[in-house]
């Protein structure tokens, strides 16, 4: 992926995806932060029950949550969901994510199939990973490999 053309005609789907976590918007705090530690996930994905992306609930939430002095075993991770969720089809171009990754501000985007379905979750370390491997298989220079942000 050393040119925007690269970018374009690499499919989302092609990114190694982080560990994911699905929970359902009203599960309690305790329950989504011990599936992610059991997971080793730095976030879990909020749905419906079609699996739908509805947000996504990270660990800057958990700290907010904390400083706040949230209930662990009342509150739902809906109430403290983060603001920078952001979603992608799988059969989008890589292009595509990178430009939604550099617009939202986010860390972390959830891939969809056709139908909307949760299907994957990339993270900004992943697709750096992705990057730089595609960058230097190609032997591409620093100079020429450029980030698909236009």
Excluded at 1 to 19: E, F, I, P, Y
Excluded at 39 to 59: K, M, S, W
Excluded at 69 to 85: I, M, N, T
Excluded at 88 to 96: E, N
Aim: contains cysteine; aromatic residues 8%.
């Amino acid at each position: 992926m050393n040119t925007m053309n690269d970018a374009q005609t690499d499919s989302a789907g092609s990114l190694s995806l982080t560990k994911i976590v699905v929970v359902h918007p009203y599960t309690v705090i305790r329950a989504a932060i011990a599936m992610m530690r059991d997971q080793g996930a730095g976030c879990a994905v909020i749905t419906d029950r079609c699996l739908t992306p509805r947000g996504i609930f990270t660990e800057n939430a958990v700290v907010k949550l904390l400083i706040e002095g949230a209930s662990l075993d009342r509150q739902p991770v809906c109430e403290f969901q983060d603001s920078h969720f952001a979603c992608v089809k799988r059969s989008q171009p890589i292009g595509d994510v990178w430009r939604t990754v550099w617009s939202e501000g986010t860390k972390y985007v959830c891939f969809t199939d056709d139908d909307g379905k949760l299907v994957g979750l990339a993270d900004q370390r992943g697709l750096l990973a992705h990057y730089a491997q595609s960058c230097f298989t190609n032997r591409s220079s620093i100079a020429t490999c450029r980030f698909p942000t236009s």
